[in-house]
Nanobody
Framework: QVQLVESGGGLVQPGESLRLSCTGSGIIFDRLSLYWYRQAPGKERHMVALITAAGNINYVDSVKGRFSIARDNAKNTLYLQMNNLKAEDTAVYYC?????????WGQGIQVTVSA
């Protein structure tokens, strides 16, 4: 059974940082593209960042220069370093991947940015 488990969320003030982690079990990350998504209250879920198996990276424009995605294949873990957080970054954050068997999502973790 494949499981993706996020950690590292919480409540921070504007300008502060958080690092999210997503650890997979029942699946091997090293050949897969890995994604972070987020869903703000009342809005649709959308992609924030992705990293391919080759290490190619893309970000949504709103987080460029502030967020950094990384992977540690030895730990089967995906990271999202979030710096200079803003109120508009408040959302539930999800990791996602897929392989030949299907698509997999984490359970989501809350990030709240508030003064």
């Amino acid at each position: 059974q494949v499981q993706l488990v996020e950690s590292g969320g919480g409540l921070v003030q504007p300008g502060e940082s958080l690092r999210l982690s997503c650890t997979g079990s029942g699946i091997i990350f090293d050949r897969l593209s890995l994604y972070w998504y987020r869903q703000a209250p009342g809005k649709e879920r959308h992609m924030v960042a992705l990293i391919t198996a080759a290490g190619n990276i893309n970000y949504v424009d709103s987080v460029k220069g502030r967020f950094s995605i990384a992977r540690d294949n030895a730990k089967n873990t995906l990271y999202l370093q979030m710096n200079n957080l803003k109120a508009e970054d408040t959302a539930v954050y999800y990791c996602r991947t897929f392989d030949m068997r299907g698509e997999y999502w984490g359970q989501g973790i809350q990030v709240t940015v508030s003064a």
